[in-house]
């Protein structure tokens, strides 16, 4: 499981490497994906920017989807189309947690829902909704 | 305004400047390390911009942009509008944001982000955003979101 784990982190684009996000660990639903806090990714004084919380929630996206992929036929590429998200808490100076659930997933296209939380994960900081396209080996 | 005081800056009711704030905002924090710039601002809107870096890319076998630096840049540009649009600073956090990606910033492209406030309310502003890589006839992302004001918030 841990090898998975550090597969699906060399996933990750340089942009989540540069953030510091990494995936923590597997759990009954999913990949983790943990950022740890940094200026880096601090907006308005004493809380994180809505970007960085962002950034954070489509990589959560991406693993879960890769996963997915890996464990239905083997991982393809897959393109964002696009994302809408709902802040609901401001993000404090500390670690931030995030997780996708793919709501469905079909040939050429998935649904993916991911949420963002610190402390306490029944109490989200934000949460996403993405569509993104899978290409196939054919050039779908 | 003293651009070296973030307290100053960002009192409310503080008249607003886009280039002045943007001078301060991108020096700290999110900002500073995307390297967030002043572009350009009109009536009700203001542009800025992020140059491409290797560090920002999102896929490493074509060197596009993350999309989330674009969401970074359309979130700080259609906020700045809004304070534009008022005509002063006024604590406000984004409710939501929509991105629909046309396509990716190409790797090597500056990337600029337009924010657009079309209507304010008392609480809330109305917002859309258009991403381009320097002609905005050609977008590769647009946006829309909502503003909420904060009420009683201390600088």
Same mark, same amino acid.
């Given at each position: 499981?841990?090898?998975?784990? @550090?597969?699906?982190?060399?996933?990750?684009?340089?942009?989540?490497?540069?953030?510091?996000?990494?995936?923590?660990?597997?759990?009954?639903?999913?990949?983790? /994906?943990?950022?740890?806090?940094?200026?880096?990714?601090?907006?308005?004084?004493?809380?994180?920017?809505?970007?960085? /919380?962002?950034?954070?929630?489509?990589?959560?996206?991406?693993?879960?989807?890769?996963?997915?992929?890996?464990?239905?036929?083997? @991982?393809?590429?897959?393109?964002?189309?696009?994302?809408?998200?709902?802040?609901?808490?401001?993000?404090?100076?500390?670690?931030?947690?995030?997780?996708?659930?793919?709501?469905?997933?079909?040939?050429?296209?998935?649904?993916?829902?991911?949420?963002?939380?610190?402390? @306490?994960?029944?109490?989200?900081?934000?949460?996403?909704?993405?569509?993104?396209?899978?290409?196939?080996?054919?050039?779908? | 305004?003293?651009?070296?005081?973030?307290?100053?800056?960002?009192?409310?009711?503080?008249?607003?400047?886009?280039?002045? +704030?943007?001078?301060?905002?991108?020096?700290?924090?999110?900002?500073?390390?995307?390297?967030?710039?002043?572009? !350009?601002?009109?009536?009700?809107?203001?542009?800025?911009?992020?140059?491409?870096?290797?560090?920002? +890319?999102?896929?490493?076998?074509?060197?596009?942009?993350?999309?989330?630096?674009?969401?970074? &840049?359309?979130?700080?540009?259609?906020?700045?509008?809004?304070?534009?649009?008022?005509?002063?600073?006024?604590? !406000?956090?984004?409710?939501?944001?929509?991105?629909?990606?046309?396509?990716?910033?190409?790797?090597?492209?500056?990337?600029?982000?337009?924010?657009?406030?079309?209507?304010?309310?008392?609480?809330?502003?109305? +917002?859309?955003?258009?991403?381009?890589?320097?002609?905005?006839?050609?977008? &590769?992302?647009?946006?829309?979101?909502?503003?909420?004001?904060?009420?009683?918030?201390?600088?």
């Amino acid at each position: 499981m841990n090898h998975f784990r @550090d597969d699906l982190t060399a996933l990750l684009p340089p942009y989540a490497q540069s953030l510091g996000m990494f995936v923590r660990h597997m759990d009954g639903t999913g990949p983790v /994906i943990e950022m740890p806090f940094d200026q880096k990714i601090q907006g308005r004084p004493g809380f994180l920017h809505g970007g960085a /919380i962002s950034g954070l929630l489509e990589m959560a996206a991406i693993a879960a989807i890769h996963q997915a992929l890996i464990a239905r036929h083997g @991982d393809a590429p897959i393109r964002q189309v696009n994302v809408t998200i709902d802040f609901m808490r401001g993000g404090l100076p500390q670690t931030s947690y995030a997780a996708g659930t793919i709501a469905r997933m079909g040939r050429s296209m998935a649904n993916v829902n991911a949420r963002a939380w610190q402390g @306490d994960p029944e109490k989200p900081i934000a949460t996403a909704q993405m569509h993104y396209l899978i290409k196939s080996a054919q050039g779908g | 305004m003293d651009i070296e005081n973030p307290v100053s800056t960002f009192t409310e009711g503080t008249p607003f400047d886009p280039e002045l +704030v943007n001078r301060f905002m991108s020096k700290f924090g999110h900002g500073g390390f995307l390297n967030m710039e002043y572009s !350009q601002h009109g009536e009700d809107w203001v542009e800025l911009a992020i140059d491409w870096r290797d560090d920002l +890319v999102g896929d490493p076998g074509t060197g596009v942009m993350a999309s989330a630096v674009v969401i970074s &840049l359309l979130d700080n540009a259609t906020s700045m509008s809004i304070w534009q649009k008022r005509g002063a600073f006024v604590p !406000q956090v984004t409710m939501d944001l929509r991105l629909d990606y046309l396509r990716p910033s190409p790797a090597g492209k500056r990337v600029y982000g337009r924010g657009i406030c079309y209507h304010i309310s008392r609480k809330i502003g109305f +917002v859309r955003g258009i991403a381009h890589n320097g002609d905005l006839e050609d977008p &590769l992302a647009y946006a829309s979101g909502t503003f909420i004001r904060l009420e009683g918030w201390q600088s």
